[in-house]
């Protein structure tokens, strides 16, 4: 009998740029931890995840090669799986210490990054970010090397690397770390407030903060060209909270979520905010296509027993003043549901959409995950939904 998921529901704002100042390049020292070790080597395990304890699939991504990693969360622990081009299931973090979660993959399929929880020298659990390369791991050699990138006292999580590789911002006690992983230069973008849930395409960085100057919250963003890191607070409220910011691949918009609510997206050339989301109860954090003119997200309501009913939903968002909106799963019991690297208020799954358009997700009454192949926004796949 096939394992059951269980699956669990979600979370992020408004107004216009602003820039503020404080911790400018080079103001904050990021301390090491310089006893422990750096990398580790061992070898990675085939597995068939269905034959595992009940559990969820969560936090899925996939490279442009068509390679997928994913979570797998049970009442045990959390793993890092794989899944090859070819359908193999590999567990890569091999972890009996600590839990591993919110994975995210290269486009070319070579790196893997995540948080990590393992003993350190003094017999305590340390939190760090992790850099597994999974080259030749795809090539049936199940030999792997994690590299500690983060290596700090300080739990670390919530990672997300740049399309080109080069470059991984993620959190680090309500601080925001850039790491050049070209020149393994770390650097500190955060100096006030509580920051978390960074995202980087190219040379902007994004996150959500609180407890900002005059108790504000918002969106910041960060420009990697200004050598100065000004930080401009791009959506900005002293009444709600913000999560899972999203750049385009193009970085001209940015969809985040308001208040659990109510998906957004603002696009950062015209400054024009536009709440993109029609449904009611909890939405999940964004995804963008490749091209920038779709963003998927998950909507989550009660229905009329008070069961949990959610469904996917996507949006075109190449023009704001005329937002269509479709939604592809339908069914009133949905027997399918989709899942992405997100965070999420409890423990929920999100929405992907592939290079190519395809939607991934993974099954309610199967752990396999299994691959959506539609073009976003057609009369056999999706429905359209009045305002």
């Known amino acids: 009998m096939k394992n059951k998921l269980k699956i669990l529901g979600l979370s992020a704002l408004l107004m216009s740029n602003v820039a503020f100042a404080g911790n400018n390049k080079g103001d904050s ?4 931890n310089p006893e422990e070790k750096v990398e580790i080597t061992y070898q990675a395990q085939v597995e068939n995840i269905e034959n595992k304890e009940e559990g969820l699939i969560r936090n899925i991504e996939l490279s442009d090669k068509g390679i997928k990693v994913f979570e797998f969360q049970n009442k045990k622990d959390k793993e890092i799986y ?4 070819q359908g193999k299931i590999i567990n890569i973090s091999m972890n009996p210490e600590g839990k591993d979660e919110n994975p995210v993959i290269n486009k ?3 790196k893997v990054y995540f948080s990590s929880e393992r003993i350190n020298s003094k017999g305590k ?4 970010i992790f850099e597994a390369n999974i080259e030749d791991l795809v090539k049936e050699n199940y030999q792997i090397k994690l590299t500690n990138i983060s290596n700090t006292k300080e739990k670390s999580n919530n990672p997300s690397v740049s399309k080109d590789g080069s470059k991984l911002v993620y959190e680090n006690k309500n601080n925001i770390i850039l790491a050049d992983l070209v020149k393994g230069t770390k650097e500190q973008l955060t100096s006030e407030g509580e920051n978390y849930q960074p995202n980087i395409k190219d040379n902007k960085v994004v996150f959500a903060a609180i407890k900002l100057k005059n108790k504000k919250s918002g969106i910041v963003m960060v420009d990697l060209e200004d050598s100065l890191r000004t930080k401009q607070l791009i959506v900005k409220s002293s009444e709600y909270d913000f999560s899972n910011p ?3 691949d193009d970085e001209k918009k940015i969809a985040y979520v308001k208040d659990f609510s109510k998906v957004y997206v603002k696009d950062l050339e015209t400054r024009k905010n536009k709440g993109i989301s029609s449904t009611y109860g909890t939405v999940s954090a964004p995804s963008w296509d490749e091209k920038g003119t779709f963003v998927s997200y998950l909507g989550t309501k009660e229905d009329s027993k008070g ?4 469904e996917l939903y996507v949006v075109n968002v190449s023009d704001l003043d005329q937002i269509k909106k479709s939604k592809i799963f339908t069914k009133k019991n949905p027997s399918e549901i989709v899942m ?8 929920g799954a999100l929405s992907t959409i592939s290079a190519t358009g395809d939607v991934v997700y993974s099954g309610i009454e199967s752990s ?3 691959q959506y192949n539609n073009d976003l926004i057609s009369k056999d796949t999706a429905q359209n939904i009045e305002e």
């Open 340 to 347: 992405n690297k997100g965070f999420t208020a409890y423990e």
């Open 307 to 310: 069961a949990d009913k959610i």
């Open 108 to 110: 070319d399929g070579t």
């Open 29 to 32: 020292k990021i301390e090491t």
């Open 82 to 85: 794989l899944e090859t081009a």
């Open 246 to 248: 999203v750049l385009s």
């Open 368 to 370: 396999t995950i299994k």
């Open 125 to 128: 659990i340390q939190q760090d």
